[in-house]
Nanobody
Framework: QVQLVESGGGLAQAGGSLRLSCTTS????????VGWFRQAPGKEREFVTT????????LYSESVKGRFTISRDNAKNTVYLEMNSLKPEDTAVYYC?????????????????WGQGTQVTVSS
């Protein structure tokens, strides 16, 4: 069982930056690709970005491409989401998720483990 814990959310102004972290409690990441998803009030959960186990493959949604960067440090058992040039429409609960595969995926249905989420609020 992999329990994921997100941190780093909070309040930012438009144009500002935040960095989210995702780590595990208990078992470490071991061959797991990791993704970030978000859910805004009244909307469905949507894909944000994903990274393969090796870190060589990274995918981004069009809405965050060029502004967000996903990275991982497997030695520290942590995946990061650097969010720059934040917009009010980035306001959402952000979830990290892990797959039972080394390959990155945009599909939320392919992720087995999910964190509880961390709130990101961007003010205009």
């Amino acid at each position: 069982q992999v329990q994921l814990v997100e941190s780093g959310g909070g309040l930012a102004q438009a144009g500002g930056s935040l960095r989210l972290s995702c780590t595990t409690s208990g078992r470490t990441f071991n061959g797991n690709a990791v993704g970030w998803f978000r859910q805004a009030p009244g909307k469905e959960r949507e894909f944000v970005t994903t990274i393969s186990w090796s870190g060589r493959s990274r995918l981004y949604s069009e809405s965050v491409k060029g502004r967000f960067t996903i990275s991982r440090d497997n030695a520290k058992n942590t995946v990061y989401l650097e969010m720059n040039s934040l917009k009010p429409e980035d306001t959402a609960v952000y979830y990290c998720a892990a797959r039972l595969s080394t390959l990155a995926s945009e599909r939320s249905s392919e992720y087995t483990y999910w964190g509880q989420g961390t709130q990101v609020t961007v003010s205009s």
